[in-house]
């Protein structure tokens, strides 16, 4: 399972969960299982639900009676879980990252290292992929997707250059694609610019903010007092997100006051500064260098 994905901050956010023995915890993210089978671990009367909605993930799921598993996306979590009969549980885990096994794999489409199809679809039975996104999007809404999910420079220049290279032939695989751009590409920073590019589209493809915010949301309602949420974020959105979230139970990050002026403050931070992977970890894992992790408790 480790050949599958390399769990980041394994022994920090199975810390953070704080777990009881006999308690319910949730992982929104199997993949190759490293956290949860370190959470099986620790484990005697308890359960543990488990959720990923790439079909990859199901060859790496453990045979454990204790050990609910879901292929389906994080956003659903409430349901699932009251389909299972859970209203509550004591810990919830999230690793926002893409797995290695999907950026290794060329037909993914996850990676500019290799070539294939445009895809980058975490459930491949979804409608949309990155095809669709490259070819159908109009110039505007390409525009604000680099911009936004991206945080690229020359986001306009980039939406024009695609708009121009889809007219006569439809870009549809990786190779295609990056000679498409290449000229908006800054040899500087190639592979940082790139990164970002593919970054972008990832996360349009899988609705991964709308999906982040539906799960933070219901996290509230489905944490037991003491409860802990712990998340691992890869990029400034996500974190700013889960901060937002955990400092004031609100995705925008606003906090609300009752009639006396008191705030209304549903998690206590935990983590008062970011937990990061330290130089070892970065070494053995060098995908883990952007990893941050932030835990927060249930009053």
């Known amino acids: 399972m480790s050949e599958y994905h390399i769990p980041v901050l394994l022994e920090e956010s199975i810390d953070g969960l704080n777990l009881q023995p006999n308690g319910i915890y949730v992982d929104v993210t199997y993949g190759g299982g490293g956290h949860s089978l370190r959470i099986l671990e620790k484990l005697q009367g308890g359960k543990l639900v488990a959720f990923d909605q790439d079909e990859d993930a199901l060859q790496n799921v453990a045979d454990d009676e204790r050990l609910i598993f879901v292929n389906h996306n994080f956003k659903f979590l409430k349901n699932f879980l009251r389909y299972h ?3 509550k549980v004591d810990g919830i885990l999230a690793d926002l990252g893409v797995s290695s096994h999907d ?17 980058m679809r975490m459930n491949q039975s979804a409608d949309k992929d990155a095809v669709k996104v490259i070819n159908e999007y109009e110039v505007s809404k390409l525009g604000e997707m680099f911009r936004e999910y991206g945080e690229i420079q020359n986001w306009r220049n980039l939406a024009q250059t695609i708009e121009q290279a889809r007219s006569p032939q439809k870009i549809v695989t990786i190779s295609q694609f990056l000679k498409a751009i290449a000229h908006c590409v800054p040899a500087k920073i190639e592979k940082k610019y790139l990164a970002q590019v593919f970054q972008a589209l990832r996360i349009e493809v899988n609705s991964e903010m709308e999906a982040l915010a539906s799960f933070l949301e219901s996290t509230l309602e489905l944490l ?5 949420l712990v998340v691992i974020s890869y990029h400034s959105l996500e974190d700013r997100m889960v901060k937002n979230f955990m400092r004031s139970g609100r995705i925008d990050g606003k906090t609300e006051q009752d009639f006396y002026g008191h705030y209304h403050l549903p998690l206590e931070v935990i983590t008062r500064k970011v937990i990061v992977p ?9 995908r883990a260098r952007s990893a941050k992790l932030r835990i927060a408790q249930r009053k």
């Open 278 to 286: 330290g130089e070892v970890e970065i070494m053995q894992n060098p």
């Open 85 to 87: 009969g859970i209203s």
């Open 224 to 228: 037991n007092s003491g409860g802990r």
């Open 103 to 119: 950026f290794d794999q060329a037909d993914r489409g996850f990676s500019f290292r290799f070539d294939g199809q445009l895809d």
